[in-house]
């Protein structure tokens, strides 16, 4: 069996370094939300937030609701259709009994999401029992099988496109694990049978069918009755896709959400060990820093976008050079050319693999150690049988040894000297917390650490705590311990505003959300008296009396040098800029008359960056003055 | 600005026992004064030599003291480097330990640093052949409450040397031109995507983010009212254990936080907080806004960084940590699902925990090799080497990697023959085979790129040939039909296939039924892009292997059939991808001229018209 379906998603990138930090958008995802909407799924709760009960119905409307409007913004070329079954009425191109396809105006049903849908999506439940309504689609006596149909429209959808050039898959939602559980006999048998043959056929095709089961508080949903069959899972493999029953709601939204982003092999790499010993490995960015989508800039007279043109002109004689210059760098009065080959030469230090030189113990990695974030890496197969289980001793063995390998990673842009920490799986039970594997550390080198502290150093001895201040220092940190911090429990407020602003500016909502901050300290905890006074006798041990003297802002002569001037030219601006009518200059188109030197101080006048060439400057000017 | 200028003078040791290092300072040196030619060009160098030979080190004691403090009330500093190790061969131990006596000295009484190097690498990275002045990147307070603010500094501890942006080269200016600048503008114009044409000036650009597919304009005062604003601050939200806090969230490169200079209690109270984290091995947590102005904040974590010497101060390095959206989680199998076969026996395991052990970069008593802060950048040291041999012959090729940094990129050669047996038996333990399962045309991992340095023109000649050479065992796949889901490589194998000739004519049929199948059974035209595909595949293969004559048929029939059944948007598909009759130039047993070929598919529209 291939364990490792990620085949399809693979992306050759991570070369060039401005990439680093972008994924891909050429290879698309098509996603068909199939979810189950029989009664069952709307009696069925869970005790969620505020101790409130929520239907698994919604739970399953909640997170798609949610990952949409991160999709929109993360990866909007996806195309997404969204697919109900266990319906009373019917909405489908094969015109199939107890399959609903959602959706709004001006959309096909599997297209990128809009605002509209997303919005109107976000208020379908309270609507949903009179337009679509639940109904099971599956009894004795009839020889309906929802299933079968919503999986045949589910496929449907998916028709558009190649595989090659998408990535297709069906999430399954739902809570029943035995569909066929009311049959009996021959009935039974065979639309077992047909509907096994039918996600067959669609994983043919190409499409990947990937079941998130809802449990009971009280049953767990039981994967092995018939749907491992239907996604073909066996073995080892059920306990991945099983969530444990009883688990919180959030949890569960959690899990779900987490599963809705697919895995993306950055790149494939090859390890070697020693000379005739190679090992394949795999690499994933699990950590980048997530960044608003890019700008497109538009005409504002039209809000038609706009193209960038880049033409490349002699500075000499003026000329549009058509071939891509070579480059020069001046050293000894001279110009010294390079071709791009050369450049790129220069730069392949090494044949691009991931080579192992030794290892160390962990106490070698400093903390300073860092440049950017870092990769993991899991072995793989596929290619080389036997590279897992030399993975897997080595990662054990450097675990128990507390050790690091020491790795020349030769990426032919940016070749690096690597640490490979290992890390053992970590599970609670809300699912894997850190997956088991090695993490690609960026090691700097010399001529990137820079050595700061020795500027620091005096002649003498520096200051330096005493025994007992430690002390109290430590009295300090017991009182304001974050006992259950977690890495990445806050969201980043810039990017949530960013992602308000647009959303509300959208869906044309006239109030833009209030967002919390929620990086804010803890002002009620750090007020409790217990923390107020283990700080006011730490400040007293360090400082005597002397705090409010040493912290005082002003009066003692240490503004800089560079900011006094500062102020200076500001004042100097504001005086010579009164001596203008700027408006009348303005409207005169007198402007351009003017030297760079006057228009600054209009700009340093009113607080304006006075960066740019004079044409900049001058419209810098006219933008704040409104014309 | 003459305070940023540095005049620096360079003291080297040429007594009998450096003689073995020379080559490596020598570099070291011309790296240094290469990097001054571009970094500081003002700067002023000297060099001195001395021999060490005849030196009688033991009586100067005061002199050296009194040297000390002539250069620290000059406002001079001085680094040592001390070359160790192996490299020096039969040293003389007493006069090694008085010469480190009277560089303590040295040390305690001025600004004076001394490194000990113990590989000839370390030492190519011993010193900064690039002089950064620091400059801080916040000046403020570190509120640890609203009632207790520490005065503090920050500055970049780590921060990437990039390779350098080469200017862009105009040829284009008469060779007679004394007064070229040779530079080469940029120019940005904005043009409508609809109509070309139409130029629009910057000033009326205005940004607009993508929703969905949708664009929403957003003018930069609009963005300025709406937008995140947060105060420049730098504040703790608390502390908590070091092991919450895994290594590998690292986001970027290192902050380190002082505390402001001339302040006693600031720099007391880094120092207790420093050493009561160490003590307690806590961290802790910060948000921090650098600049007024800055659109974000950042989390991240404060790690002690006590000093180990009087006159240094204790510091905290800030690395910064991912948000909730900067973290994809993936889920991974665990080891234990995997099977038996997949996990490493009792004696494998073994093997793997003595190389780990064994292959050691920081072996106890002996210096740590390929420390971070003494391994120079092999690229930009390359750089610097191929354009001073550049400035004397302006055709000189890239030179190869020099031995000395070949110990970044390479496993140490002398280490690894110190531990063979370890490795050999880890080797043996192991047992390595490619996929028999994969197609090799699909096989890409383990073609071997040539590193640069030696074959110039590797790049297009890497083919299979070179694929597989850290592996023994290559059993041949042996393909027998076409199959469903990788047709074309399916196709070539069976076209390569050399131990019988029947194969390639059975390769041809194969594929012909396929293409067949795909263009009568397709839906609405669904599959005709897969199938021109395997047209593509098929010409070729008939044009290799001379069968030009089968190929030709079955374009005619194919043709025929889409004729009478109303398909013609397949023929039409397969004439704008210029797949017409293979003629006597692309196969000399072809009977087809180029004017036939290329007439193909119009005699068949003017049938068709008929």
């Not at chain 2, 974590?301 to 690395?319: M, R």
Request: charged share 30%; proline share 5%.
């Amino acid at each position: 069996m291939d364990l490792d379906p990620d085949d399809v998603f693979r992306d050759d990138e991570d070369d060039l370094e401005n990439e680093f930090f972008q994924e891909r958008e050429s290879t698309k995802e098509f996603v068909v939300y199939l979810i189950d909407a029989s009664p069952k799924m709307f009696s069925t709760t869970c005790p969620g937030e505020d101790q409130r009960d929520e239907t698994h119905f919604h739970i399953v409307v909640s997170c798609i609701a949610q990952s949409l409007k991160t999709q929109i913004i993360n990866r909007s070329y996806d195309e997404v259709a969204i697919c109900f079954f266990n319906t009373r009425e019917k909405k489908n191109l094969q015109d199939s009994n107890g399959v609903f396809v959602y959706n709004v105006a001006e959309r096909e049903d599997l297209d990128r999401p809009t605002a509209r849908f997303i919005k109107e999506f976000d208020q379908m439940e309270e609507s949903f029992q009179k337009v679509i309504g639940s109904q099971y689609g599956i009894v004795s006596g009839s020889r309906e099988n929802s299933l079968y149909n919503a999986l045949w429209v589910a496929q449907g959808l998916l028709r558009k496109g190649s595989a090659k050039t998408a990535d297709k898959r069906i999430l399954l939602f739902t809570n029943e694990d035995d569909p066929f559980g009311s049959l009996n006999g021959a009935v039974k048998s065979d639309m077992t049978k047909t509907t096994l043959q039918r996600a067959k056929d669609a994983q043919d095709l190409g499409i990947s069918i990937e079941l998130l089961p809802l449990s009971r508080p009280d049953e767990e949903f039981n994967i092995s009755l018939f749907y491992a069959d239907l996604i073909g899972v066996e073995g080892d493999d059920l306990a991945l896709v099983l969530p444990s029953a009883g688990q919180k709601l959030e949890d569960m939204k959690d899990q779900l959400r987490k599963r809705l982003f697919t895995k993306r092999i950055v790149r494939r790499i090859s390890f070697i060990i020693s000379n005739g010993l190679s090992i394949e490995l795999n690499t994933y960015a699990l950590i980048r820093p997530t960044v608003p989508g890019a700008i497109t800039w538009l005409d504002s007279v039209t809000n038609c976008p706009l193209k960038t043109e880049r033409s490349l002109i002699c500075a000499d004689t003026g000329a549009l050079m058509r071939e891509p210059p070579k480059r020069f760098q001046p050293y000894k009065n001279e110009n010294i050319k390079f071709s791009t080959q050369e450049l790129s030469e220069i730069k392949r230090v090494s044949n691009g693999h991931l080579r192992l030189l030794g290892f160390k113990p962990l106490s070698c990695l400093k903390d300073y150690h860092n440049l950017r974030p870092s990769t993991f890496v899991f072995p793989s197969d596929k290619e080389v049988i036997g590279s897992t289980r030399i993975f897997i001793a080595l990662l054990r063995s450097m675990l128990r040894l507390k050790r690091f390998a020491v790795a020349f990673y030769g990426n032919p842009t940016h070749p690096q000297l690597v640490a490979l920490v290992a890390q053992d799986e970590i599970v609670t039970a809300g699912g894997q917390i850190e997956p088991p594997g090695m993490h690609m550390i960026y090691l700097p080198y010399c001529d990137d650490i820079r050595n700061v502290e020795e500027h620091h150093s005096d002649a003498n001895a520096v200051p330096r705590a005493t025994d007992d201040q430690v002390k109290k220092a430590i009295a300090l940190m017991k009182r304001i311990d974050l006992k259950d911090f977690s890495v990445c429990q806050f969201a980043n407020p810039s990017l949530q505003r960013h992602y308000a602003v647009l959303q509300a500016l959208a869906l044309e909502e006239d109030e833009i959300p209030e967002i919390n901050d929620e990086t804010a300290p803890d002002e009620e905890g750090m007020a409790r008296p217990g923390v107020v006074n283990a700080i006011e006798e730490f400040k007293l041990s360090v400082y005597g009396d002397s705090y409010d003297e040493e912290n005082a802002h002003a009066g003692n002569g240490k503004v800089s040098e560079a900011s006094k001037k500062r102020k200076a030219v500001a004042e100097n601006a504001v005086k010579e800029s009164a001596n203008y009518d700027w408006a009348d200059l303005a409207d005169n188109g007198k402007l351009k008359d003017m030297t760079v030197a006057e228009l600054k101080y209009y700009l340093t006048a009113h607080n304006l960056p006075v960066t740019g060439k004079k044409e900049a400057l001058i419209s810098r000017i006219l933008t704040h003055m409104g014309k | 600005m003459a305070r940023n200028r540095e005049g620096l003078l360079l003291l080297l040791d040429v007594g009998p026992s450096m003689h073995g290092v020379l080559p490596q300072v020598e570099k070291l040196c011309s790296m240094l004064v290469q990097k001054k030619l571009i970094y500081g060009k003002n700067d002023e160098v000297g060099i001195v030599l001395f021999g060490t030979e005849d030196s009688d080190a033991g009586t100067k004691e005061d002199q050296v003291g009194l040297i000390a403090m002539r250069m620290s009330a000059l406002g001079m500093k001085m680094e040592n480097i001390v070359v160790r190790g192996s490299l020096i061969g039969n040293a003389n131990q007493i006069i090694m330990d008085e010469n480190d006596l009277l560089l303590d000295l040295f040390s305690k009484k001025s600004s004076v640093k001394t490194v000990y190097v113990e590989s000839p690498t370390a030492l190519l990275g011993a010193i900064k052949t690039r002089n950064i002045s620091p400059v801080t990147i916040f000046r403020g307070d570190l509120e640890i409450s609203p009632n207790m603010k520490i005065k503090v500094w920050v500055y970049k501890k780590t921060s990437e040397e990039k390779f350098p942006t080469l200017k862009k080269y105009s040829d284009k200016a008469p060779p007679t031109d004394k007064f070229a600048t040779h530079e080469v503008k940029v120019d940005y114009e904005y043009k409508s995507v609809e109509d070309t044409s139409r130029v629009v000036p910057p000033e009326q650009r205005i940004k607009g983010y993508r929703y969905g597919p949708h664009v929403v304009p957003i003018s930069s005062a609009e963005w300025e009212a709406v937008k995140f604003k947060p105060e420049k601050s730098v504040k703790l939200l608390g502390f908590t254990d070091a092991s919450n806090i895994l290594r590998h969230y690292y986001m970027k490169d290192v902050n380190v936080l002082i505390a402001e200079p001339g302040k006693p209690g600031a720099m007391i109270a880094v120092s207790a907080l420093a050493r009561a984290m160490k003590e307690m091995n806590k961290v802790a947590i910060l948000r921090c806004v650098w600049r007024q102005g800055q659109q974000s904040v950042v989390v991240g974590v404060l790690t002690p960084n006590v000093s180990e010497k009087d006159n240094i101060p204790d510091s905290f390095f800030f690395n910064v940590l991912p948000f909730a959206e900067d973290v994809r989680e993936f889920q991974f199998p665990s080891f234990s699902n995997f099977p038996i076969s997949w996990q490493p026996n009792e004696q494998q395991q073994e093997a793997a925990d003595n190389l780990v052990k064994m292959l050691d970069l920081a072996p106890s008593g002996k210096g740590e090799t390929l420390q971070p802060e003494f391994t120079p950048n092999p690229v930009l040291e390359r750089f610097f080497h191929h354009l001073e041999l550049k400035s004397k012959h302006p055709d000189a090729p890239v030179p190869p990697l020099d031995e000395t940094l070949k110990k970044i990129t390479e496993p140490d050669v002398e280490l690894l023959a110190e531990k063979k047996s370890i490795v050999d038996a880890f080797r043996r333990q192991f047992e390595l085979k490619e996929n028999p399962k994969l197609k090799k045309s699909t096989r890409r991992l383990l073609r071997e790129k040539p590193s640069g340095s030696d074959e110039r023109h590797g790049d297009d000649n890497v083919s299979d040939a070179l694929a597989v050479n850290s592996i023994e065992s290559k059993p041949d796949t042996k393909v027998e039909k076409i199959g469903d889901l990788t047709p074309i490589q399916d196709f070539e194998a069976m076209m390569s296939r050399r131990d019988s000739p029947d194969w390639v004519g059975k390769a041809i049929e194969n594929m012909k039924k396929k293409i067949f199948n795909l263009v009568e059974n397709s839906n609405k035209g669904d599959d005709y892009s897969k199938a021109v595909e395997l047209f593509v595949a098929l010409r070729k293969g008939c044009i290799l292997e001379q069968e030009p004559k089968q190929f030709n048929e079955f374009l005619r029939r194919i043709c025929k059939f889409c004729q009478e059944k109303n398909l013609s948007s397949f023929c039409d598909l397969l004439e704008s991808k210029e797949l017409s009759l293979v003629t006597k130039s692309d196969a000399i047993d072809s009977d087809v001229t180029d004017d036939e070929a290329r007439s193909f598919f119009v005699k068949r529209e003017l049938k068709y018209e008929d």
